[in-house]
């Protein structure tokens, strides 16, 4: 991918500074209405009297840029701006994301409904992390390994199980301080298993080591060389400082700013030898969940990421072109994050639907309780799906006998059938498991 970096300014002479002067009064009556960078600029016509050049230097000149307490590979301070779309989505996020968030009762219900589509969206933000950064493995297979709780069968599984163990780390026992220590451990839970040299889990690299740059696996070409390693201890003390900084009116950054603002100066510095990336994701989601924005949780970032993978990697690249300018990234990721909300919103409505359809044909039956009704929807969605008593206590968080009893329960009640390998029970979802529905509430 090629990006063209912006032009240098020419020498300041009396004559340059009046040309300066004219961009910039014509800019602010003709700026674009997004955030555009040069690569954009260059190809758009120009306000009447002004080069593309010029136009560029008065739209630049305009942006009110904020110095951040954070590097860029050549020692310059990163900077940030917020013109009126970050403002907006911040809003948004805010709205959407955080407090008492009006929402469909299978989030918002604070019982095994919840739980379970939490699971769900963890098990879904960690397959397609993974795939992100090239697990082969599909959707499908994926979601039965975490499911069953069966051993990855190759590295792309591997990853995914890690990336899923890692997301559960730092949401169960990281606290809310970021320490290099804590990155290190995520780094070595999401590598555990999958790199050709062992040694490279839970570390830096070292000075005596090549380092790992961002390629274009298209072109073969350089997208980025990171920092020395040399500086890595340093920055990484940097990146934790910045998390763990009081918002005392002295400086103040959004946290949802800050939050990007980590993913992207983790994945830009590319500290380890692999799993930069699902350390950078990693580390959002965890700092925006401690913050108070509980509905990230429930999103996929990496899967709409997957989808448009030249979109974040043009992100990255907008940013190191233009002298460190964040905002391109900031903006990209927040019109992820909204587009993801929007999604979940659609997703929300189908899944209570289904439970309702689900509700509907047993009726007001009392026999069956809230996790058995889950099950009971997800397999009406996916007739021969197996189901274990282990994959059924782990995605509804109870104990292995509470998982046994609701299984069973389905079974001997003909909702499910079951198979015995060796000493272990396999459940699985009829295919005419909506008739037998029907059969059910009928006798109740």
């Given amino acids: 991918m090629y990006v063209a970096?912006?032009?240098?300014p020419t020498a300041v002479t009396p004559e340059?500074?009046?040309?300066?002067?004219?961009?910039?009064?014509?800019?602010?009556?003709?700026?674009?209405?997004?955030?555009?960078?040069?690569?954009?600029?260059?190809?758009?016509?120009?306000?009447?009297?002004l080069t593309n050049e010029q136009w560029w230097f008065g739209i630049r000149?305009?942006?009110?840029?904020?110095?951040?307490?954070?590097?860029?590979?050549?020692?310059?301070?990163?900077?940030?701006?917020?013109?009126?779309?970050?403002?907006?989505?911040?809003?948004?996020?805010?709205?959407?994301?955080?407090?008492?968030?009006?929402?469909?009762?299978?989030?918002?219900?604070?019982g095994q409904a919840r739980q379970r589509y939490l699971v769900h969206s963890l098990e879904e933000e960690a397959i397609r992390s993974s795939q992100l950064e090239g697990a082969a493995t599909s959707r499908q297979v994926a979601k039965e390994l975490l499911r069953t709780g069966r051993e990855p069968r190759d590295r792309g599984e591997?990853?995914?199980?890690?990336?899923?163990r890692a997301l559960m780390f730092m949401r169960d026992e990281a606290g809310e301080r970021l320490t290099p220590e804590l990155v290190l451990a995520l780094q070595r839970i999401l590598t555990e298993g999958t790199l050709d040299d062992p040694d490279g889990a839970g570390r830096l690299q070292r000075p005596d080591e090549e380092r790992v740059v961002v390629v274009d696996v298209d072109r073969g070409a350089v997208l980025h060389v990171?920092?020395?390693?040399?500086?890595?201890?340093?920055?990484?003390?940097?990146?934790?400082?910045?998390?763990?900084e009081s918002d005392d009116g002295k400086r103040f950054t959004h946290p949802v700013v800050r939050a990007i603002l980590l993913h992207f100066c983790l994945a830009y510095d590319h500290p380890f030898v692999d799993g930069n990336g699902r350390t950078a994701r990693a580390l959002f989601y965890w700092y925006m969940r401690t913050r108070g924005y509980w509905l990230v949780e429930y999103l996929s970032i990496s899967r709409i990421l997957r989808n448009a993978p030249r979109d974040y990697t043009r992100a990255f690249l907008y940013t190191e072109t233009d002298a460190g300018?964040?905002?391109?990234?900031?903006?990209?990721?927040?019109?992820?994050?909204?587009?993801?909300?929007?999604?979940?919103?659609?997703?929300?409505?189908?899944?209570?639907?289904?439970?309702?359809?689900?509700?509907?044909?047993?009726a007001a039956d009392s026999r069956l309780n809230t996790r058995q009704l889950a099950l009971l929807s997800d397999a009406l969605r996916h007739p021969g799906r197996d189901y274990t008593f282990g994959g059924h206590a782990r995605e509804h968080r109870v104990t292995h006998e509470t998982a046994r009893t609701d299984l069973t329960q389905l079974f001997y009640r003909g909702l499910l059938e079951r198979t015995r390998y060796g000493r272990r029970y396999r459940f699985t979802a009829p295919r005419d498991l909506e008739q037998r529905l029907r059969t059910f509430g009928a006798a109740a």
């Fill in 5 to 8: 970096p912006p032009p240098e």
């Fill in 16 to 49: 340059a500074a009046a040309d300066y002067v004219r961009a910039v009064e014509v800019a602010r009556r003709h700026a674009p209405s997004r955030y555009l960078h040069w690569d954009s600029i260059r190809h758009r016509k120009p306000p009447e009297g």
């Fill in 61 to 110: 000149l305009l942006r009110q840029r904020r110095a951040l307490p954070l590097a860029g590979v050549r020692g310059e301070a990163l900077t940030c701006s917020t013109p009126d779309e970050v403002q907006r989505i911040l809003h948004f996020v805010d709205q959407r994301c955080a407090g008492e968030v009006a929402m469909d009762e299978v989030v918002t219900d604070a």
């Fill in 158 to 164: 591997r990853m995914i199980l890690n990336n899923y």
């Fill in 226 to 244: 990171p920092p020395p390693a040399v500086e890595l201890p340093q920055r990484l003390q940097a990146l934790c400082d910045f998390a763990n």
């Fill in 325 to 362: 300018d964040t905002t391109y990234f900031l903006l990209h990721q927040l019109q992820v994050i909204e587009r993801a909300v929007h999604e979940l919103h659609a997703y929300l409505r189908r899944k209570v639907q289904q439970v309702r359809d689900v509700e509907s044909l047993i």
